[in-house]
């Protein structure tokens, strides 16, 4: 029985010392290379009303990165590495609108796209 015990406490403090609890932040990532990424993402409504609009295309200009606003009008594109970037937003009706954002820290971009005449 005392041999069973031993064993079971050699094999806790084994996972206990090769477990991780720290967590690390994106300070930390860069400091030790690895890549730094965040999540960009907006909200998409009519420049009159003031309405959400659904299914709206966004485009990460340069790239082939796109999706469309859901049902609230919100977008969202993760995993991209901080800097500049070029939004480029269609919707059948209205007019297309770039956006240029930069330094966004997971803040929310508001567009207001202008119906066409």
């Keep these: 029985m005392k041999r069973i ?3 079971i406490l050699a094999l806790i403090l ?5 477990a991780k609890s720290e967590k690390t932040t994106p300070e930390m990532n860069a400091a030790s290379g690895a890549v730094v990424t965040t999540e960009l993402k907006g909200l998409v409504t009519d420049k009159t009303s003031n309405e959400a609009l659904v299914g709206v295309e966004v485009t990460l200009d340069g790239t082939n990165e796109k999706t469309y606003t859901d049902f609230d009008g919100q977008f969202k ?4 590495r901080p800097g500049k970037y070029k ?3 269609s919707y059948i009706s209205y007019n297309m609108v770039v956006t240029e954002v930069d330094d966004f820290k997971n803040e929310e971009i508001k567009i207001e796209l ?4």
């Design 77 to 80: 594109f993760k995993n991209l």
């Design 114 to 117: 202008d119906a066409a005449k």
């Design 5 to 7: 015990t031993f064993i």
């Design 87 to 89: 939004l480029i937003t």
């Design 14 to 18: 084994t996972v206990s010392v090769f």
